[in-house]
């Protein structure tokens, strides 16, 4: 039996494939079905989505995104992840990713534009039947650009949904010390929020062109963003629902 990209992420942070305090409820073919009490004139059949988690270090991308992929069994397509992992391999690309990745920089676009690619090329039939989380990526607006294109050239059409973590850096960065990762220094955990927030606001108003971008606050308890993450994923596929089915979206990019 062949592992999935979902199921090695979740391994790697917990030794297993299940999210603590998720209970799996993966729909049968990945495609979104509205909740039952609000469907209205028969069943919904528009793909799962691609989802892209957007929000500063420590906003608890990583964390929503490993309760939707358990829930929702959504492909996980983690850029970060995807770094490390080149990083462990001590390759010479390994050490000049590590060189970035350690000091807070962000990783030449050149480099993540080939390992997103990778990704999405061998995941395109998985993606385009149970949908995708893109972990931390776009984070540059030449990224946002990039990821369209890329969309368009593997003939990925899931609609896609953009969320936005939202809260004050000092939250964050207190998170990020909590967690202790090697990246994880007072210093290197600065200049990642400093990054990110420099880069935000263009990446936001380039994706909003194309597609809604929905806020959540990441202020409270893990259960209760991820409530607002499930409800504000549910609102918008319901108007795209209501839309013509939902597939749509513009990336025309
Ligand atoms: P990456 O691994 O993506 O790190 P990041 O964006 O800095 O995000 P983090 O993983 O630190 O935070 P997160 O938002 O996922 O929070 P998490 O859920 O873990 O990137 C690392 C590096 O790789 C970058 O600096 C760069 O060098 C390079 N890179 C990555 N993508 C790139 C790209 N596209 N282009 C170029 N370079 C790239 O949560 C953090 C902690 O908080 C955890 O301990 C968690 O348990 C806790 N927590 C989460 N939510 C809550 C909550 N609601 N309440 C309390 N605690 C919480």
Known sequence: MTTTPSEMFLRRRHGTTVAPGVSGRRPANGSWRAPRDRQRGGP????APIVL???PPGSGKGTQAERLIARCGYVYVGVGDQLRSEMSHHSRL???IEHYVAT???VPTPIVHEEVAAILRKQRPRIARSGGILDGYPRTLSQAKDLLSLLKEVRLRNPLIVVNLRGPDRLFAGRLLGRGRADDTPAVARRRLRQFR???APILAFLRRHTSVLDVASTGSVPV???SVRQAIDRRLRELQAAEGGSEVDRAG
Not at 44 to 47: K, L, R
Request: no cysteine; net charge positive; hydrophobic share 55%.
């Open 198 to 200: 420099k880069e935000v």
């Open 225 to 227: 963003v991820a409530r």
């Open 94 to 96: 390994g050490r000049v």
């Open 53 to 55: 988690m957007i929000g």
């Open 104 to 106: 807070g920089a962000l």
């Open 44 to 47: 919904v059949t528009i793909p």
